[in-house]
């Protein structure tokens, strides 16, 4: 049986994603899970729309009296695990606590295919209906809070645009708001890691991946399961929380942006952000401080339930919108960083500062004078760049020292010189690239490191695009031989202090397997039967053609900490 920690917490189990659930809420709840034999419950099923009955447990507080405000949580994994200690902690702080197996998985009806998509606003809105049927019962006072993470942040944020107004409040953990771009095809290139082993460990219907790769583009199908794009009909507060290396960084971060600035009235303004140095499970790499695992105030749900569900004045609308924490060199204990942060707004404040690439394989904040410089490599779609850490699912993940892939023919490395001074990057990271191939399609991908003083070279974050897609994920672009072409590849986002003495590293190159499905640089569909080809591809590195990384800057006399 595997290990997985959550900062300085650790745990077992065989799923990873079940345990982020269960690990997380007890964190939140400052307490040990209660004995599951403690839990009474009654069982339902729960009619949709269309007839089909979703399996539903109801846990009530003990010695209930009158109609308490209820709390939902939606699984695929099974509500018998979810809801034995979670009932009698919910009842503990007086609300009942619905947990429902979605459609097609544990005892409820219908099939699963297409994961999520019956629990938004289309033909189907499971998410909906139970809330619907939870204010209707005689035990339930009309207010309702929803609560999960991974599947079950996803669930919450599916139903959010569509629910009524019984729901008042979620605490949504490591979701994505996107399912296109963050969860299946990032950058356009396909997620093999985490969808494949995902849907086959947890044995959803094979339709689920037909159907995820009949849509290389995004189209009507994604934009069912874009809830981020729905934000303004969005009408209940939520805290986000995500963590720097987790799969769905990027969802925690869209979410609250996209609803804290333009949700209904309920909601705008009312949202909060927690984003940690923690991965969809053990990171590896790096240990950061204990002070990593320690959740700010504002991430508690019950507190948060407390005001939006029963009305208490607890101070949750003076808590600061955004909660962060800088990563820095958790190895010296005088470096800057490894702090929490507060601040209005994400984005905090920065200054967009580019670091281009040189033909000398040197990263500096000056841009090129060459009047034609390049560096060209040739990408093989069944040789690629294996995956070391980063934003994985069931790979190892996290802040992993890249210095074995850098040595590779087909990774062009862009390093700086030790730094006199530290630099603090908070927020979103894109690299403009200018790059021609002599194939019709090939990735692009891009690293950011942080080299210690040692060598080791370890992982920030990184990106991926898929060049057919560079103008439009909703069209394909194909390259002509030779010619130059910008792009931008999008890297998500951090918050990180590079250490005085230490260098900033960009290694670029095409693939990064098995995280990403291989290009086979045919311009034909991911993981043809028949035909791969070999890509030379080039990076332009001259005046007109400066390619390089753009790093959200913020002031020296903010490192500090």
Not at 29 to 40: F, K, M, V
Not at 242 to 254: E, H, L, R, S, V
Not at 293 to 298: D, L, M, S, T, V
Not at 475 to 500: H, Q
Request: glycine share 10%; proline share 8%; with cysteine.
């Amino acid at each position: 049986m595997r290990r997985y920690d959550c900062g300085s917490f650790r745990y077992s189990w065989i799923q990873p994603a079940r345990a982020v659930l269960l690990i997380l809420w007890v964190l939140l709840l400052g307490r040990s899970a209660p004995a599951a034999e403690d839990a009474a419950k009654t069982s339902h099923m729960v009619a949709m729309r269309d007839g089909v009955r979703l399996a539903t447990d109801v846990y009530l507080p003990p010695g209930i009296a009158e109609p308490v405000p209820a709390i939902l949580i939606r699984t695929p994994y099974g509500i018998k695990d979810a809801g034995k200690a979670l009932g009698l902690m919910a009842g503990l702080k007086g609300y009942a606590l619905v947990a429902q197996d979605m459609r097609g998985r544990g005892g409820s009806e219908g099939n699963d295919a297409v994961v999520f998509h019956n629990d938004g606003w289309g033909e189907r809105r499971d998410g909906r209906d139970t809330l619907e049927w939870i204010a209707g019962q005689k035990w339930c006072n009309g207010k309702i809070a929803t609560w999960g993470g991974s599947a079950l942040g996803i669930t919450q944020n599916m139903l959010a645009p569509d629910a009524p107004e019984t729901l008042k409040a979620q605490h949504v953990l490591v979701a994505f708001s996107d399912m296109y771009r963050q969860c299946v095809f990032q950058g356009g290139a396909f997620r093999r890691e985490l969808m494949e082993k995902w849907l086959q460990d947890n044995h959803f219907d094979p339709n689920n991946l037909k159907t995820f790769l009949a849509h290389p583009k995004y189209d009507g199908f994604w934009a069912e399961l874009n809830s981020e794009a729905e934000a303004a009909k969005v009408n209940s507060p939520a805290i986000f929380i995500g963590g720097w290396y987790d799969i769905f960084a990027q969802g925690a971060i869209n979410s609250f942006v996209a609803i804290q600035e333009h949700g209904g009235p309920g909601a705008r303004g009312k949202c909060r952000l927690v984003m940690g140095p923690w991965a969809h499970g053990k990171l590896e790499g790096l240990e950061y401080p204990a002070n990593a695992a320690k959740f700010p105030k504002a991430s508690d749900a019950f507190r948060f339930y407390d005001h939006y569900l029963k009305g208490k004045a607890n101070g949750v609308p003076e808590d600061k919108p955004v909660h962060y924490y800088v990563m820095g060199d958790p190895t010296d204990a005088k470096a800057p960083g490894n702090v929490w942060r507060e601040a209005d707004a994400w984005p905090p404040a920065s200054t967009a500062t580019p670091a281009y690439f040189h033909a000398d394989g040197g990263l500096r904040f000056e841009p090129p004078k060459e009047a034609d410089a390049r560096r060209e490599y040739r990408f093989d779609p069944d040789k690629p760049v294996p995956t070391i850490g980063g934003q994985n699912l069931f790979l190892p993940k996290g802040p992993m020292d890249q210095r074995e892939v850098e040595s590779r023919p087909d990774v062009l490395v862009f390093t700086s010189e030790p730094l006199a001074e530290p630099i603090e990057v908070t927020g979103r990271l894109l690299a403009k690239l200018y790059v021609s191939s002599d194939q019709p399609d090939t990735d692009f991908t891009v690293k950011l490191c942080d080299v210690y003083p040692d060598g080791r070279s370890m992982l920030v974050t990184d990106g991926i695009l898929r060049a057919r897609y560079r103008e439009s994920f909703e069209r394909e672009d194909f390259l002509e031989p030779g010619k130059v072409y910008e792009l931008t590849v999008d890297l998500w986002s951090t918050s990180l202090v590079f250490n005085r003495g230490h260098k900033i590293r960009v290694a670029v190159s095409s693939s990064n397997a098995p995280r990403f499905a291989p290009n086979p640089n045919t311009g034909g569909p991911t993981d043809p039967p028949g035909e791969k080809r070999i890509a030379t591809n080039t990076l332009h590195l001259s005046r007109e053609h400066p390619s390089c990384l753009v790093l959200p800057v913020c002031k020296a006399a903010e490192t500090g900490g």
